[in-house]
C-alpha cells in the first residue's frame, strides 16, 4: 500500500490506529459493572497533563488497522462495545460503527468532544476537558456528562459544562486516579450538597481489571 493510498484510507476511517482492545467490566459511568468490549484508539492533542494513557496520545506508534479486522475481532466477544482513546474522534468513526451496528452491537463512545462528532452511537460519554471543549454538537447528544475532579476548580467547570448539555445527560463527578484519596470527601459532601450529580469511580481500578 502506498503512503498515500493509506492515507485516503486513514480519511475515510476504514484505517485506524488500533492501540488495544479487549474484554472487561466497564468500570465507570453509567454502565459500570457491565460486560464490554473495548477498543482504544491512539491519537490525542488534548493534553490532560494528568491523563492515564499518554502512551496513546502519538497516533503513529499505533498499528493502522483496517476497521474490518476489528470488528471480526469485537464480535466474537459482547454485546457491548467501547470505543476509546485516546480521543477516537480525531478519525472518522462512520465506518467503522456502522459495521458494529450491522452485527446488532451496543456501541459507546468515550470522547472528550473536542472533535466532529462522527459515527453512530448508542451512548455517550462526553468527558470534557479544559484544554480543548466539546463542540455544541456533542453537548446536545451526550448521554452522560463525566466530569473528571483532580481539584476544586473542576467543581466550577463542572457546573459550566452540566449547563451546556441536553436536559436528559446524566451528571457525574469522577476523582482523578492519583487524587483520589483528596478529592473523593470532596466529592462526596458536593454530590450530597448538589444531588443532580452522582459519583462515578474507577471501579475497574479497585478490581484490579483493565
Ligand atoms: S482527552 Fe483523554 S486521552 Fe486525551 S489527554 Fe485527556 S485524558 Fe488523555
Request: proline share 5%.
Amino acid at each position: 500500500m502506498t503512503k498515500s493510498e493509506k492515507q485516503e484510507l486513514i480519511a475515510q476511517g476504514l484505517l485506524l490506529p488500533l492501540m488495544e482492545e479487549f474484554y472487561t467490566i466497564q468500570g465507570e459511568g453509567f454502565h459500570k459493572g457491565t460486560a464490554a468490549y473495548f477498543i482504544r484508539l491512539g491519537g490525542c492533542d488534548v493534553g490532560c497533563h494528568w491523563c492515564d494513557v499518554k502512551e496513546s496520545w502519538n497516533a503513529e506508534l499505533h498499528p493502522p488497522t483496517m476497521a474490518d479486522v476489528i470488528v471480526d475481532h469485537a464480535t466474537k466477544y459482547s454485546k457491548t462495545i467501547v470505543i476509546t482513546g485516546g480521543e477516537p474522534l480525531m478519525w472518522n468513526m462512520d465506518p467503522l460503527t456502522s459495521k458494529l451496528k450491522e452485527n446488532g452491537l451496543q456501541i459507546h463512545i468515550e470522547t472528550s468532544g473536542a472533535y466532529q462528532l462522527t459515527g453512530t452511537w448508542d451512548w455517550i460519554c462526553l468527558s470534557p476537558k479544559k484544554l480543548k471543549l466539546p463542540t455544541e454538537e456533542v453537548y446536545e447528544k451526550a448521554n452522560e456528562l463525566k466530569v473528571i475532579v483532580y481539584n476544586k476548580d473542576d467543581f466550577r467547570f463542572a457546573e459550566e459544562q452540566a449547563a451546556k448539555v441536553n436536559k436528559d445527560c446524566i451528571l457525574y463527578l469522577q476523582p482523578e486516579w492519583s487524587k483520589r484519596d483528596k478529592v473523593v470527601p470532596e466529592i462526596v459532601d458536593y454530590v450530597m450538597a448538589n444531588p443532580k450529580w452522582k459519583v462515578s469511580l474507577q471501579t475497574h481500578k479497585y478490581l484490579n481489571i483493565p
